[in-house]
């Protein structure tokens, strides 16, 4: 690791100083690794892994543009990765926070009687009671009870952002159970 981090130092200084080639051998080596990378933090995120090529390609603009302020005196790695991080978390914010469920799993629903109807009361309320008390009464409230995440903040005493907290961690718990069965 520690040789591959002082030949990236090595060509970023020599890229700075003008050698093209070595600008073209320093993208191509990390290439691969910011794209792991991306891919990883995608993974972590719950986000679909094929949009790591935008983000690598997002990191190596600000590479390119920002490479005058990388001081020559420190290695090369922290300041890549640094820059590499942010334009995750960037992507990250512009996606929002999404939960992919796959169609299928709701395949019958769908294609029989409206939720309300396809689902007994009962099986709601088990499904419900399998998860943390926080998490079931805010599911209660909004999927169940049809009110909004204002009022479910003021009714709950917490905030609007909790409440969201909650709603997608409880919905996330529910399809990995539902996924389970």
């Not at 792991?36 to 190596?60: C, H, K, M, N």
């Not at 942010?86 to 990250?92: C, E, H, M, S």
């Not at 943390?132 to 599911?139: G, Y």
């Amino acid at each position: 690791m520690r040789g591959r981090e002082d030949e990236w130092t090595d060509l970023m200084r020599s890229a700075n100083a003008g050698d093209n080639a070595a600008y073209h051998r320093l993208l191509k080596a990390v290439t691969p690794v910011l794209r792991a990378g991306a891919r990883r933090g995608l993974a972590r995120a719950g986000q679909p892994v094929d949009q790591s090529e935008d983000i690598v390609q997002d990191i190596l603009l600000a590479v390119h543009l920002k490479r005058h302020t990388w001081d020559a005196n420190a290695p090369f790695a922290p300041w890549l990765f640094a820059i590499a991080r942010n334009k995750l978390i960037d992507a990250l914010r512009r996606r929002g926070r999404r939960v992919f469920v796959n169609i299928d799993d709701f395949s019958e629903t769908l294609a029989g009687a409206p939720v309300e109807e396809s689902v007994p009361p009962s099986e709601v309320t088990t499904h419900l009671n399998g998860l943390p008390k926080r998490q079931r009464d805010v599911l209660q409230s909004i999927a169940v009870d049809s009110a909004s995440i204002k009022e479910t903040a003021a009714k709950l005493s917490m905030t609007e952002g909790a409440v969201r907290v909650a709603l997608h961690r409880g919905l996330t718990g529910l399809a990995s159970k539902l996924r389970k069965e």
